[in-house]
């Protein structure tokens, strides 16, 4: 996934954190008890260079500041991915405004990659975007030598919508492809099939 910082005000974008459950994960707001791992799962070029926001090396001081942002809501609304069993943290997902409207991001750590995790979560967000928001389009964007972030996209029933580039803090400048998923396709949808 690769969320944009540019942000917009729309307040018809304001959406509340709640504790999602899915069948497999508890999706919460990030708090500093993550610290630990989020430092452990998130330094990893890996991770970084998929995201445009995410810095590599990655500290206790980058995680301070991505929970000071996380609870400010300042860029959107981001919850921390655990695991519904034993609470482990395994990444992080969340809906961000930019200048095209709201999209979804996400990024889970590679000790996680393969599981299923980042569509389960993306399922529950675009749910939660289109239940509690009156957006008729949800984007999505992901870079091009990213097929695993691709499928979770196509998963999610997302249609292709052009390229862009994007300012990775890591990578520079580079490729993305664009998504996006209006409302009546999401509500054709609704009852996500497990692929």
Not at 43 to 67: I, K, Q, S
Not at 78 to 83: M, Q, S, Y
Request: a negative charge; glycine letters at 8%.
């Amino acid at each position: 996934m690769v969320a944009e910082a540019e942000d917009t005000e729309d307040e018809s974008y304001a959406i509340d954190c709640p504790v999602l459950a899915t069948e497999r994960l508890v999706m919460r707001a990030p708090r500093d008890s993550d610290l630990e791992q989020l430092v452990a799962l998130a330094d990893n070029r890996h991770v970084a260079e998929m995201l445009a926001r995410m810095p590599h090396p990655y500290g206790e001081a980058e995680a301070r500041t991505f929970l000071a942002m996380a609870a400010s809501r300042r860029a959107g609304i981001v919850f921390a991915l655990t695991l519904a069993g034993t609470g482990t943290f395994v990444g992080c997902a969340g809906l961000n405004t930019t200048d095209r409207g709201l999209e979804l991001g996400y990024w889970i750590g590679e000790p996680y990659w393969k599981r299923g995790y980042a569509t389960e979560a993306a399922h529950a967000l675009v749910d939660l975007a289109f239940q509690n928001t009156s957006i008729q389009v949800l984007h999505a964007s992901t870079r091009v030598i990213n097929p695993a972030s691709r499928r979770v996209i196509h998963k999610c029933g997302f249609q292709y919508a052009g390229q862009g580039m994007l300012n990775s803090i890591v990578a520079g400048q580079v490729p993305v492809e664009r998504y996006r998923l209006d409302r009546k396709t999401w509500t054709s949808l609704r009852n996500w099939v497990h692929f």
